[in-house]
């Protein structure tokens, strides 16, 4: 038995850094340093734990879409220990959507070929933490994410999901599309080695012809939202700073009962 | 006047707060029509007329709790579809959990529209509902609205008042056959979270959260006090959390939840990045750290200097007093 796993990760702006809007409002790519999402180490962590923990033949894929500085990412991700990677670019792609993106990512990994797709919980740009589920939906196969813990087993994805009222295990059979928290384990740093080994695996490149999608389809002329305007939060006005000399709890108390707080 | 979609979350019939939230809300862009899945959905129906929903359309069936997400989707879709044919629809509201968001997405593909989650704000515009989103850690502020389909939008917590504004809420049963993908994902067990008696963080009116000064899970004995003198949920932040001094679930910030609460106490936290994102929103900021330098303290509408272990009992103490 052999068991494809893709891995989808994002090439994002640092979030230690300053992010802004380009001016047509699009995320500001080029101006910013970019890394692998954080929250997708994660999901590269876990699907080469379960490579290591299977008995099955598992080829491990890491998929991006972004511009060239995007195999950035790919690159960190092969050197943890993936396999092989593809990388979607194309100039038209600047400014997709979620729902854009979704298309790509399903287009890609059906070409790529896959029984089970891992993503993170969400990017650390965007945030919405929705393409996981519109993946699945494209794919047609079951959604099986936000998973603080995830096994493979004989063809059957299994993981648990701690939702905001209760704590639920899941189950369904590959293919199937996951995502994982940043509960799930701490992600490895790469090793000398796989730095090293990273270089000699290959990185497939396709564009949007090579997934037969129409560039109209995609893009911020594609979008299916408008954002009109960005505006740059105002700095909190400086507030009062007292240091404690025994008083603290009370002078805050009185901040407190000031602002009607008690 | 055209209706909107408000999708419900409740338990077993009691109506989560951010619903009601959602009502007000829906309120400025059309009728309200709630629709409410699994059991007791038939039991939301007073307390969702009391807030203006026009009609709760309903539907009870397992599937809601033996599979993940998708039996919804099918419900909510089915709902877009009865009220599309019989009139028009402005949007669809979601709450902003993480299961809120991801039916949401799923719905938005399917009935090709775009989606916007986590808006803060919500108001009528010439071309549809126009979402007020905080993005990049809530150091920027856009307002967006959707260019294709019926808009679907999702809703933090806290972003509108609960308001009374009784309406008919109407019961109606909804029509729902799902789909062959329902099944897919099933829930072999559940358990629900144990309740602490506190507000739920997302929802409470005041957060008191604890960091890496807090320094032990013991400590954090001292955090639930103050919590419990001002009636607050509890908050950590990811370091507390990592450490292992407190669960997963009350972690504020990028990874954990987005609080916008009126008063956010932060103790023994730094502020970073990370954590800024989850709580920068708050309308005002307190905190007490040890280090001057801390990033907190520019966030800060008050700030104390000083050792948590002091000043946070002094200040539990001086509450209770005042509170009598």
Redesign the interface.
């Known amino acids: 038995m052999s068991l494809r796993i893709v891995v989808t990760v994002k090439y994002v702006p640092d ?2 850094g300053d ?3 380009a001016d047509d ?1 699009t995320v500001d790519r080029d101006d910013v340093d970019g890394l692998l999402s954080e ?1 997708d180490e994660y999901a590269v962590e876990q699907a080469l734990q379960i490579s290591e923990n299977s008995d099955d033949d598992v080829e491990v894929t890491v998929l991006t879409i972004g511009p060239e500085d995007a195999k950035d990412a790919l690159r960190k991700a092969l050197s943890m220990g993936a396999d092989k990677a593809i990388h979607v670019e194309d100039d038209d792609l600047h400014g997709t ?3 854009g993106t ?1 298309l790509v990512l399903a287009k890609a990994i059906e070409k790529a070929g896959y029984d089970l797709v891992v993503s993170g ?1 969400a990017s ?2 965007g ?4 393409v996981p ?2 993946v ?3 794919l ?7 998973l ?1 813990e995830v096994s493979v087993e004989d063809g059957t994805v ?1 993981g648990r ?13 590959l293919p ?1 599309v996951v995502s994982v ?3 799930s384990g701490e992600a490895r740093y790469p090793s000398f080695k796989g730095i090293m080994a990273a270089k000699k695996k290959p990185v497939q490149s396709w564009d949007l012809s090579d997934l037969e999608i129409d560039a109209d389809e995609v893009g911020l002329a594609g ?11 105002p ?2 006005t400086a ?6 000399e ?1 008083e ?6 009185e ?3 000031s ?1 009607k ?2 | 006047m055209a209706e909107v979609l408000v999708y419900v979350d409740h ?1 077993d019939g009691a109506v989560r707060k951010p619903t009601l939230e959602l009502l007000t809300l829906a309120r400025r862009v059309g009728e309200p029509v709630a629709v409410a899945l699994g059991n007791g959905a038939g039991d939301t129906a007073a307390t969702l007329a009391e807030h203006g929903a026009v009609k709760v359309l309903t539907h009870e069936a397992s599937e809601y709790a033996d599979y ?3 039996p919804k ?1 099918d419900a909510l879709q089915a709902a877009v579809e009865s009220v599309s044919a019989a009139g028009s629809l402005a949007a669809v509201l979601v709450p902003s ?3 809120g ?2 039916i ?3 719905l ?3 009935i090709g ?6 808006a803060v704000d919500l108001e009528a515009g010439d071309e549809g509902p ?1 979402a007020t989103q ?16 019926t808009p679907v939008i999702t809703v933090k917590p806290n972003s509108a008042a609960v308001e009374a504004a009784p309406a008919a809420g109407a019961v109606e049963a909804l029509t729902v056959s799902f789909s062959d ?1 329902a099944t ?10 144990e309740s602490t008696g506190r507000p ?1 963080l ?1 929802e409470a009116a ?1 957060v008191v959260s604890g960091g890496r000064g807090v320094n032990g899970a013991e400590n954090f004995a001292i955090i639930e006090a103050l919590a419990d003198s ?1 009636g607050a949920a509890v908050g950590a932040s990811r370091a507390a959390v990592d450490a292992g001094w407190y669960p ?2 009350n972690q504020v910030g ?2 954990g939840k987005s609080v916008s609460p ?2 956010y106490i932060a103790s023994g936290i730094s502020g970073a ?2 954590h800024r ?1 989850g709580m ?1 929103t708050s309308k ?3 905190a ?1 750290n040890k280090d ?1 330098e801390a990033p907190i ?11 948590l272990f ?10 209770k007093a ?2 009598g």
Not at chain 2, 113 to 118: E, L, N, Q, V, Y
Request: aromatic residues 4%; without cysteine; proline residues 2%.
């Open positions: 979030a230690t992010r802004h809007f409002l929250l959507d979620a729902i979704s919980m650390t740009d945030t919405m933490g929705v589920a519109l699945a939906e494209r047609g196969v079951p959604q099986v994410t936000l603080s299994k999901r701690d939702g905001d009222s209760a704590t639920e295990q899941l189950e369904a059979s199937a928290t940043d509960q979008a299916w939202t408008k954002v009109e305007t960005a505006t740059e939060r700095a909190r507030g009062t700073i007292v240091k404690d025994g603290g709890g009370k002078q805050l108390a901040f407190l009962a602002q707080f008690i | 338990v993940l997400v998708v989707v959990s993480a299961e968001k991801e949401a997405a799923r938005a593909l399917r529209s775009g989606i916007i989650t986590d126009v905080s993005v990049f850690a809530a150091s920027y502020t856009t307002k967006s609205r959707i260019s294709k389909g993908k897919g994902t099933k829930v072999t067990g559940r358990t629900p979270r739920e997302t005041i001002l997963h679930t990028q990874t009126q008063l990045i990370q994102a920068q005002t900021i307190v007490i001057a303290f520019e966030l800060v509408d008050y700030g104390v200097v000083g050792d002091d000043v946070v009992p002094a200040l539990t103490e001086e509450v005042r509170k």
